[in-house]
């Protein structure tokens, strides 16, 4: 267990619906990342917050939002979905950011059929 | 796009031998840090090595860094059925304060 709890592990969904994807940090860090995985495009940033503000935003469509709350735990929200969106989301979290290493959780696998 | 590249993209030995993967990246760095991903897995982070080192140790693994050709290198000696995953580079980017994957190696350790 790495500390960083995502929820769920598994979801299925059918084009067009919505989904929100959890994240839980490890217990202390105030920075929280999110990836997408998939096998084509390979690890991807999709938005960085820290201490409940945006900080960095990668390649994120408009579709997906993120927010992070006052006890710190994550949010990812994905909307219109479509096929192509099936991958892996992972959370990251992190104490002192990008120079000292992230911690990440197991993943959210999103399956849009 | 990545801005770390590994080589080779898949990699097989037997146990006991050494396994060699290579990382190219294509601006300035702070660090270049490596992670581990068994398969459909989190990413557990293995080893950091900032811009002002040129080599580093932890266990079995031995990374180098040449900020002159933008390379870092990871040896792992005397492989284990258990290191069989993929492995990444990621690099922090000076200025950026989020890390950028590369696309990994799956490495295949045979008993």
């Known amino acids: 267990d790495s500390g960083v709890t995502q929820t769920p592990k598994h979801l299925i969904t059918a084009t067009g619906q919505r989904v929100t994807l959890r994240c839980s940090p490890r217990s202390g860090d105030l920075s929280v990342y999110w990836y997408q995985q998939s096998l084509d495009q390979g690890l991807q940033f999709l938005i960085h917050?820290?201490?409940?503000?945006?900080?960095a935003k990668g390649n994120i469509l408009e579709r997906f939002s993120a927010q992070q709350f006052p006890d710190l735990h994550s949010e990812l929200n994905l909307s219109s979905l479509e096929l192509g969106d099936s991958a892996l989301y992972f959370c990251?979290?992190?104490?002192?950011?990008?120079?000292?290493?992230?911690?990440f959780g197991s993943g959210t696998r999103l399956t849009v059929v | 796009s990545q801005q770390g590249e590994e080589d080779p993209q898949a990699l097989s030995i037997q146990e006991g031998e050494n396994a060699t993967m290579n990382c190219s990246y294509k601006?300035?760095?702070?660090?270049l840090q490596w992670y581990r991903q068994n398969s459909g897995r989190g990413l557990v982070h293995l080893i950091l090595?900032?811009?002002?080192?040129r080599e580093k140790h932890s266990g079995r693994l031995r990374v180098t860094l040449d900020t002159s050709k933008k390379s870092s290198s990871l040896l792992i000696t005397a492989s284990r059925a258990a290191d069989t995953a993929s492995y990444f580079c990621a690099t922090a980017a000076s200025g950026y304060s989020t890390l950028t994957f590369g696309k990994g190696t799956m490495l295949l350790v045979s008993p």
């Open positions: 990251a979290s992190s104490s002192l950011g990008a120079n000292y290493g992230y911690t």
């Open positions: 090595i900032r811009s002002n080192e």
């Open positions: 917050y820290y201490n409940g503000e945006e900080r």
């Open positions: 601006t300035s760095i702070n660090n």
